[in-house]
């Protein structure tokens, strides 16, 4: 009797132990199924971003806390629309944020965040293996293929002008966008960036080691690692678009050592602006001054900073016609202009060679002018700043701190717009930008509609999209300043139009508040290249009033309620042009 017991009693044992490896076996499928139908469905919902309509909530809440990945990748899913689902998910958020009117809208910039980090993974090509195999340079570039050059860092000779694209660069584009700017030379590398000189790398390297596919051309080379594909663009110049951008900046006393401010010169005969312009954008200087027969090539300097300009009489003997040489004119007064070439004494940056000990953020509403505050600060510090998104436009304009973490601390500030408790306490200390919300919403509208550089269209502006796009975003705008006002740490206010209007001291308070130290001709060099690549191109609306007087009302009233919260914390109210319309 005891014999057959003990044999069920060993058979349960197994069955018990079979039917527990049995239940974990299926939770791990079922868990593995879900991860990559969940993964499937954020793929599918990127793709197909541009033809999703939006959802109501009832629609995408499934079960508890549970969100419908496709509507949350639609860009045009209302502001409104996500607080409601905040709320579902914190019935306490009303408490901790204040009214919902205040209420923040991180739920969206993470959402954004996602979408932008997303659409960069699955836009990236892999790189296929090149080993030491040496591709063709193609035939089809009109440029004149010089070698490889060794790219050096710390001095680089091909610093012009620099471009990036991550997924079109092509030798065609770099020579075109080189040719425009009248340089001589185009240069490539990493696959993605171009660069622009007039006088050729000193090292020459083993065209084996030439061996980065352009991104946008497979096939043809755009240089390697440290390495530059370097091409002769001048057979270009005949036929290539060339920028019609030599400014005229004004009418200029001279000063006192002319040899000493302007390294190059040129005295010749019946001198012209074209010549003297092509003169120095050969010698790669920015400036080109002229005074009859003679032209003088150089930068912006203490001795020479054009802030004090002159009634163009003073000038007005200096004009371009045969026999200048011989025409009486006032010998202290030059008439300047701005070449196509870029004033390069600001433009190397680099990462913080040790993790920065203050963590900085350079906080503002969308389209308050951050990026803007970016290209400056970098240009004035000579270091990169960081980026809480990822936007890769942003990156081929040169930004390249977008693609590092935005916790690495090797960036000298991190951009952000987020507002609310934990996001703000995560810095030791901020930049706060605050610009006209009339003038913010227009620009943040004209984004979303157009990108970086472009400009809404009638139809944009006249349909629904704008009044609901007004009356959430308004409020988000005062929220924002109210967040960083109570729980930021150690502030730095600074207004948009202060920044425009007293370029130089106030980029000089920002450095400062960076704890960075800055020379003053670097400060002029970064006055001469303000606007970067941020002007928005494009047919611009002339006396165009896109708020009603409801909107004018909304937007009013949160004005006066930061102008309020300013000075209660003893800081400088907002600008009279913020005063309500």
Not at 128 to 152: I, L, P, R, W
Not at 457 to 473: A, G, I, Q
Request: proline share 4%; charged share 25%; hydrophobic share 35%.
């Amino acid at each position: 009797m005891a014999k057959p017991f003990f044999r069920l009693q060993k058979f349960l044992r197994r069955t018990q132990f079979l039917l527990f490896f049995l239940t974990a076996a299926y939770l791990m499928a079922g868990s593995l199924l879900l991860l990559q139908r969940s993964r499937l469905v954020i793929q599918q919902g990127i793709r197909g971003t541009s033809n999703i309509q939006v959802s109501p909530v009832s629609d995408m809440v499934i079960g508890v806390g549970i969100l419908d990945t496709r509507a949350m990748q639609n860009p045009r899913l209302s502001s409104k629309l996500l607080v409601d689902m905040d709320m579902l998910h914190d019935p306490t958020s009303d408490q901790r944020y204040g009214p919902q009117w205040l209420m923040s809208r991180n739920s969206e910039l993470r959402q954004l965040r996602r979408r932008w980090f997303h659409r960069f993974i699955n836009e990236q090509e892999p790189m296929q293996a090149m080993g030491s195999k040496v591709m063709q340079h193609t035939g089809e570039n009109k440029g004149t293929y010089v070698g490889c050059f060794s790219d050096d860092s710390r001095e680089k000779t091909l610093k012009g002008a620099v471009f990036y694209d991550l997924r079109k660069m092509t030798v065609s584009h770099c020579q075109e966008a080189c040719a425009e700017r009248a340089y001589t030379y185009a240069g490539l590398e990493y696959g993605a960036e171009c660069y622009c000189g007039n006088k050729l790398p000193v090292t020459i390297a083993k065209q084996e080691e030439c061996n980065n596919e352009c991104k946008g051309e497979k096939g043809s080379i755009c240089g390697g690692v440290n390495r530059l594909s370097v091409y002769r663009v001048e057979e270009l110049r005949a036929g290539a678009k060339r920028r019609k951008n030599v400014i005229y900046r004004g009418c200029f006393r001279a000063p006192e050592n002319l040899t000493v401010t302007f390294p190059a010169s040129l005295i010749q005969s019946n001198l012209t602006v074209e010549m003297c312009s092509e003169f120095c954008s050969k010698k790669e200087f920015p400036l080109a001054v002229i005074g009859g027969p003679e032209c003088y090539c150089g930068y912006p300097t203490m001795h020479f900073t054009l802030h004090d300009s002159v009634d163009r009489v003073f000038c007005s003997r200096l004009q371009n016609v045969s026999g200048m040489a011989e025409v009486p004119r006032e010998e202290n007064y030059y008439h300047v202009y701005q070449t196509p070439v870029q004033d390069t004494r600001c433009t190397d940056r680099k990462f913080l060679t040790t993790k920065s000990k203050v963590f900085v953020a350079l906080s503002s509403f969308p389209g308050a002018g951050n990026t803007w505050a970016r290209h400056l600060i970098e240009h004035a510090t000579g270091y990169y700043t960081g980026s809480y998104y990822f936007d890769g436009t942003l990156y081929n304009k040169g930004f390249k701190g977008e693609k590092d973490h935005w916790r690495s601390r090797r960036t000298i500030c991190v951009k952000t717009h987020e507002s609310g408790k934990r996001e703000i306490e995560m810095f030791d200390s901020a930049i706060l930008l605050i610009r006209n919300p009339y003038k913010s919403l227009m620009a943040e509208f004209n984004r979303k509609c157009a990108g970086h550089l472009g400009y809404a269209t009638d139809r944009n502006w006249k349909s629904k999209e704008w009044p609901d796009f007004v009356n959430s975003y308004a409020s988000w705008w005062a929220s924002h300043v109210l967040d960083w006002l109570k729980y930021g740490k150690h502030l730095f206010v600074i207004h948009y139009e202060d920044l425009k209007q007293n370029l130089i001291p106030k980029l000089k308070e920002m450095v400062e508040f960076l704890n960075m130290t800055v020379t003053e001709d670097r400060l002029l060099c970064v006055e001469n290249n303000r606007d970067g690549n941020f002007k928005r191109s494009g047919a611009r609306q002339k006396d165009f009033e896109p708020f009603t007087q409801e909107m004018k009302d909304l937007i009013n009233s949160y004005i006066l309620t930061v102008d309020e919260a300013l000075k209660r914390r003893n800081l400088t109210g907002l600008p009279r042009e913020y005063v309500p319309r």
